[in-house]
């Protein structure tokens, strides 16, 4: 009579194959992190956008502390943007009207392509479309910012302070230009 197989509990713990795929699992999140990482720090926004929260705590601290003692203080809102420079405009125009325009053509390419699945499909001519017009008025709008820049109406200023249209302002580095840009205004209940 055969005797029964005991099971070696070093050898036979049947995670030979789990652990190098948890391994392997581990070093590619890790590698995808270490690379998110040094894309967020080859865009400056990210570095912006901190200091932006930095001071708009500062000033929130300093406007609720001078608020108790009596005072108004009033200073630069960081949150608003600021034009671009003309050349900025200019070349983005370039490039969204030539995305509109290979989108358009990519569209139209599907629809007459004989050898392709989408042939004579009426969706390929309006994405194309579509695509274009989108990609084209945002040119237009860019080449308008571009030629009319900071002479524009008053809308024109709200849209750029407040979308991607503008850049982000970075608040002053030294404590003595964001003290500097800070103001009182007048004290409470007391006549001047």
Same mark, same amino acid.
């Given at each position: ?11 036979? /713990? ?33 570095? @912006?956008?901190?200091?932006?929260? #930095?001071? $708009? ?14 005072? /108004?203080?009033? !200073? ?7 034009? =671009? ?8 125009? @370039? ?6 325009? !290979? ?12 050898? !392709? #699945?989408?042939? =004579? ?12 017009? @989108? ?26 302070? $407040? $979308? ?15 003290? =500097?840009? #800070?103001?009182? @205004? ?7």
């Amino acid at each position: 009579m055969p005797e029964a197989r005991r099971t070696d509990p070093v050898r036979d /713990d049947e995670l030979g194959v789990f652990v190098p795929a948890l391994m392997g699992v581990g070093v590619i999140v890790s590698g995808v992190l270490v690379l998110a990482d040094w894309v967020t720090h080859l865009l400056p926004n990210g570095r @912006v956008r901190r200091r932006q929260r #930095l001071a $708009t705590g500062a000033k929130g601290l300093v406007v609720s502390v001078a608020g108790a003692a009596g005072v /108004d203080v009033v !200073g630069p809102d960081y949150e608003i943007r600021e034009w =671009r420079p003309r050349l900025v405009y200019l070349g983005a125009t @370039v490039v969204f009207a030539a995305v509109g325009g !290979g989108a358009l053509a990519a569209g139209l390419i599907a629809y007459n392509d004989e050898a !392709g #699945l989408l042939y =004579r499909n009426p969706w390929m001519v309006g994405l194309g479309v579509g695509a274009a017009a @989108v990609f084209g008025l945002l040119a237009l709008q860019l080449l308008f910012f571009g030629i009319v820049h900071r002479r524009s109406f008053r809308a024109a200023h709200v849209l750029v302070e $407040t $979308t991607w249209f503008g850049r982000l302002k970075p608040p002053p580095d030294a404590p003595g230009e964001f003290a =500097r840009s #800070l103001r009182v @205004v007048k004290p409470k209940g007391k006549k001047r």
